[in-house]
């Protein structure tokens, strides 16, 4: 593997048998499959200058590992993505807890048998889950907007509790709407549970942290011969993109393309932008050992920023008498001015809108898209990684 930052002068785009557009999870786990179950020689072009994609981490200046682009806390119920990422990486034991400071009571969220006790006192709140129980069944998941179907004055009474206090106002900062006006989808990522596993990804059999980090991970994945990836370079300035042909430096491309950035951008924008939300995370260092008891608290009553992320509370990284905190800020993203494009909206006419740019490479057999902005979905982690290992079975299965 090389890493270096820009294309070398003649750089040959027909020395290698794939081309990869983004260095996070899409671009990487395609590369490493193609590369050790093809022998393709693969280029990752990266803009940023460092690999990992949104998932990337490093140490502050205060020598904290923080998240550069927001929480990234690894799950999943996948064992295919568990065994191909715990190549690259061993995993902590950590389990994500996160507490919605309500009026400033912390209540575990998802809210669960401990958070309807501290909410409606023991002898009710063991009453109410009780009905709860017996309403869904025992450690079932059960979607805020389906709680609040029930026809029931107790059941309506937890409904109207939860939605008021964990939902409405942070989902009014997250997205701008109010949580019946946005995918149901959304709002099920994080359900009532109707249990006592108070981790924010319940029953998850796969969860953790990378030992080391998640650049770490990234390095080990893309650490083979047959990889280069070049940092710092916008793959816009040297791919051309038609309905008939992809030209890298000014010459037709043969090999396989695969795309993980915005197809929007792509296109300069001629159809229209892809709404997206994009979020300012503000980063601060403090004098204390702990700032909060948890990895993230929600503020979902309070506040202009949605969490807190204490990093250390997540990493486990013992430094004493420091730590750092992230606040993050919910807004509008603005396209094609260098911001992130962080979460998509998934709305019918953003995702047709989508279709109509994926419809302009669909005849193009060498070019490929997979990742959480080429495909317009709000994946997780292993979501993007089972995605980049179907398109890569697909490649090996046809080569
Ligand atoms: P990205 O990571 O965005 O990688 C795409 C790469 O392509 C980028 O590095 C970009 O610079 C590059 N690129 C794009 N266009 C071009 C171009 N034209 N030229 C060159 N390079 C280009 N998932 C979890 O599982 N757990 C979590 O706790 C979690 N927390 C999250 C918190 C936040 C705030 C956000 C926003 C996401 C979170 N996710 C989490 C989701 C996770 O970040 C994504 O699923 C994953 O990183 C997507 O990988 P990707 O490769 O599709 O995209
Ligand atoms: N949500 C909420 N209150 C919470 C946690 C989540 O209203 O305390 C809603 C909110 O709309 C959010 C969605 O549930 O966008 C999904 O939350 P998740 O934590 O999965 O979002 P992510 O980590 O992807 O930002």
Redesign the pocket.
């Known amino acids: 593997m090389s890493i270096e930052t820009g294309l070398p002068a003649g750089f040959n785009p027909s020395a290698y048998n794939a081309i990869i557009v983004g260095a996070g999870y899409a671009g990487s786990v395609c590369a490493r499959r193609l590369a050790e179950s093809c022998n393709y020689k693969v280029a990752i072009l990266e803009r940023r200058p460092h690999i990992a994609g949104n998932a990337y981490d490093y140490y502050d200046e205060a020598g904290v590992l923080v998240h550069k682009y927001?929480?990234h806390i690894y799950h999943t119920t996948n064992d295919r993505v568990d065994q191909f990422l715990s190549r690259f990486t061993e995993w902590s034991n950590y389990n994500h807890k996160?507490l919605?400071n309500i009026h400033g009571t912390l209540i575990p969220?998802p809210f669960n048998h401990q958070s309807l006790k501290l909410v409606f006192g023991e002898d009710k709140g063991e009453r109410l889950y009780q009905k709860l129980v017996s309403t869904f069944g025992q450690d079932k998941k059960v979607p805020i907007m389906q709680l609040r179907e029930k026809n029931d004055p107790e059941l309506e009474e937890v409904a109207n509790f939860v939605y008021e206090n964990?939902?409405?106002?942070?989902?009014m900062k997250?997205?701008g709407k109010t949580?019946d006006q946005?995918d149901p989808a959304?709002?099920g990522?994080?359900p009532v549970f109707v249990g006592d596993d108070d981790r924010?990804f319940p029953q998850a059999p796969h969860q953790g942290m990378p030992a080391e980090s998640y650049t770490k991970l990234f390095e080990n994945m893309l650490n083979h011969d047959l990889i280069d990836v070049f940092l710092g370079v916008e793959a816009r300035d040297v791919m051309q993109v038609t309905d008939t042909k992809v030209s890298v430096c000014g010459k037709p491309y043969g090999g396989e393309v695969i795309y993980t950035g915005a197809l929007d951008e792509l296109f300069n924008f001629d159809l229209g932008a892809l709404p997206y939300r994009t979020v300012d995370m503000v980063f601060e260092t403090l004098p204390v050992d702990h700032f909060q008891p948890v990895g993230t608290v929600?503020y979902?009553v309070s506040e202009n920023f949605?969490?807190i992320t204490e990093f250390k509370n997540m990493t486990g990284q013992e430094l004493p008498g420091k730590t750092t905190i992230m606040r993050?800020y919910s807004r509008t993203y603005l396209p094609g001015v260098g911001e992130t494009p962080y979460?998509v909206i998934n709305e019918p006419e953003n995702i047709a809108l989508y279709k109509k740019y994926r419809e302009r490479v669909s005849g193009l057999l060498n070019f490929h898209t997979v990742g959480r902005l080429a495909e317009y979905r709000?994946y997780?982690m292993d979501g993007v990684t089972a995605s980049a290992l179907e398109l890569s079975d697909e490649l090996i299965a046809q080569r």
């Open positions: 927001g929480p996160v919605a969220v964990v939902f409405l106002h942070y989902t997250q997205w949580p946005i959304v709002m990522r994080v924010y929600n979902t949605t969490r993050e979460y709000y997780d």
